[in-house]
């Protein structure tokens, strides 16, 4: 399985930027995907996820109300849409994978699959 992510960039604080993590079409249909980040010096979180096909998601406490996401099964392609970025939110965030979620949505234990990760910076 192959995750590529892309969308990342650096936007003011109160900004916006949507991620892209492109997938084959069985892994974006079928898979648990989720989005984590992390920043320097710390532990990498879970951001969000969607679990099954049309959903249900989750979101860190963190992000709920400013971030979305999405599984677009025609471009096979799963979105966070991050709006009102903070500094805080400054970090490398990762696509994640599997073919299913045994623990917690949030744990990194639970995905196998990984993407290389797009930089996203706040100022």
């Known amino acids: 399985v192959q995750l590529v992510e892309s969308g990342g960039g650096s936007v003011q604080a109160g900004g916006s930027l949507t991620l892209s993590c492109a997938a084959s079409?069985?892994?974006?249909?079928?898979?648990?995907m989720a989005w984590f980040r992390q920043a320097p010096g710390k532990e990498r979180e879970g951001v969000a996820a969607?679990?099954?096909?049309?959903?249900?998601?989750f979101y860190a406490d963190s992000v709920k109300g400013r971030f979305t996401i999405s599984r677009d099964n025609a471009k096979t392609t799963v979105y966070p849409q991050m709006n009102s970025l903070k500094p805080e939110d400054t970090a490398m965030y990762y696509c994640?994978?599997?073919?299913?979620?045994?623990?917690?949505?949030?744990?990194?234990?639970?995905?196998?699959?990984w993407g290389q990760g797009t930089q996203v910076t706040v100022s």
């Open positions: 969607i679990l099954f096909r049309s959903g249900p998601t």
């Open positions: 994640a994978a599997n073919i299913g979620v045994g623990g917690r949505w949030d744990d990194t234990r639970s995905y196998r699959y």
């Open positions: 079409p069985y892994t974006i249909r079928t898979y648990a």
